[in-house]
């Protein structure tokens, strides 16, 4: 109001006129009416447009107005399937066209472009090569192109492709990059399209592109998520798979992750692992032993280091064997973020080959056995006879007669050894091998050595199973293995001892018999060598050192298996464990 009084004041001043109040008066009214026209000429315009519009499109006109406000939405749509099905709809709704087609861009095609999606369109239309190039040149002058504008070969015309089909092409181009090309043809009726609804197709196409190019990141940045997480879980599931113990360390030696194996090895669940230092998790002597592997590196290695047959113990107390590597840790981001922890359980392994040494063993010496039990047996035979016959010829009184009894019982002793020699030969002998009530062979033994263990105080405790299988085997054998193993029971108790004989089903193939005393037990350096011919513990003329070669001996003949566990100053355990009986007879070769 004050720029018209002073615009006011100045036509006053150039016409002359006098500033009396009707002119002034008259002079506000213009202001205001020319300053209404000025404000209500935009607005009016638009709703002249609008009605004129309505008007002319009749009931497509909100459809128009529908297919803007939807075009502006679309970027909000992330899978292009819907996006384009939504599109070509309104598209056929409001242009009311009969074919419509998007091209979307792919290097894969002839042309850089496939069909994406179309209505209408005949099945051999095809994409030329020079398709990009032509739309790209004809489009940069009026931005919808027509199909008579475009330069279509002979060559393509007979090899398929038909321009008339699609009358208007509108590239659609972001950053300028034509990801999209919408193809229309003429309207259902065959008119052409009006220059307000090419407009609206060029306005539109704009969006279009947004919404095309997100669409297609989003798939791309979906598949990369995609295959992140299978190659994950395949890494995840070769990492869970294998049989060997992973820990990955930082730097500070504290674990970041773990296997399954790892948790059966230490006997502890995940949670309890992670987070925690390695040297924690095991024995001082595992720890110290992995941590010479290390070196002065510790968890910064530049290369792989090992370690073999490093003696651990379980929470539960089993022994553990492993063969440890130390390798460096590295990310393609970080560097070398610490070291993997690659732990080969080989207890097994090892004992299989101590196993199979012994085996190979005992096969050596009980060839040289029964050589020399067959050399020694003929002198003795003779140094017996001529004992005997001597013991005849003197009367007791006779203070040489004390001596020749010490002569036949030493003859004695040397004949037994012979003889266990070539039991523990195994040649020679044939044995029937019949189905065997092992509670009924323990109890034969048993009635043998009542005596002795009578003698020696000792409680015999019997927890044998109700409904035992028979295994198929030799009775002598077998009684001979059960003697041996309760003699070393008694020999290893001191009076008033307790021998515990226990017979048990383990699953539905195997019969196990269990030994066991509580004696002064077995030294952990002599453990690994009791089945060893010769060897004994026991003094000088208490012990052949053959009866557990001999029990071993026996056990594989039957196809079985024996195990000790002893504790010094507790007690040593022997488990037999042999195959349940199956429906034929076997024989075996002592």
Known sequence: MLIGSVALSFVFLIIGAEF?????????????????IVLLSEPLKNFLQERADRYFYGERYDMRR??????????????LEPLLNSLIERLQQVLEVEKVVVFVEDEKYIGGYRIAKSVGLSSNYFVPPDFRQMIRAKSAKSGI????????????TSEGFAPQELHYYAPCVVRGKMVAV???GRGVDGSLLSSEDLDILQTISGYVAVAVENTLLYQEQSKRADELALLKEFNE?????????LLAVDGEGKVTRCNTTVEEMLELPRNEVVGKSVINLFDENFSVNLLQI???????????????????TSPSGNLLILNVAVAPLRTVSQGQTGAIIVMENVTSRIKLEESLQQSEKLSSIGLLAAGVAHEVNTPLTGVSSYTQMLLGMIPETDPKHKLLLKVQKQTERASNIAGNLLNFSRVGNTAEFVEIDVNKVLDNTLQLLEIQLRKSNIQIVKNYAEFLPYIYGNAGKLQQVFTNLILNARDAIFDGGIINLTTKIDGEDSVVIEVSDNGIGIEPENLGKIYDPFFTTKGVGSGTGLGLAVTYGIVQEHSGTIETTSEVGEGTTFRL?????????KRAVS
């Not at 192109?145 to 393509?156: F, K, M, P, W, Y």
């Open 20 to 36: 009396t109040t009707t002119n002034i008066v008259r002079g506000i009214i213009a202001i205001i009416v020319m300053s209404a």
């Open 66 to 79: 529908g297919l803007l406000d939807f075009s502006r939405t679309l970027s909000a749509t992330t899978g």
């Open 145 to 156: 192109v027509r199909a008579d504008e475009l330069e279509i070969s002979e060559h393509e």
């Open 182 to 184: 919408i193809g229309l």
């Open 237 to 245: 599931s070769i990492v869970e798979s294998v049989n060997v113990g």
């Open 294 to 312: 290390l070196g002065k590196s510790r968890w910064h290695l530049q290369e792989i280091r090992h370690g073999y047959k490093l003696h651990t």
């Open 577 to 585: 464990e042999f195959p349940v009986a199956q429906k034929r007879r």
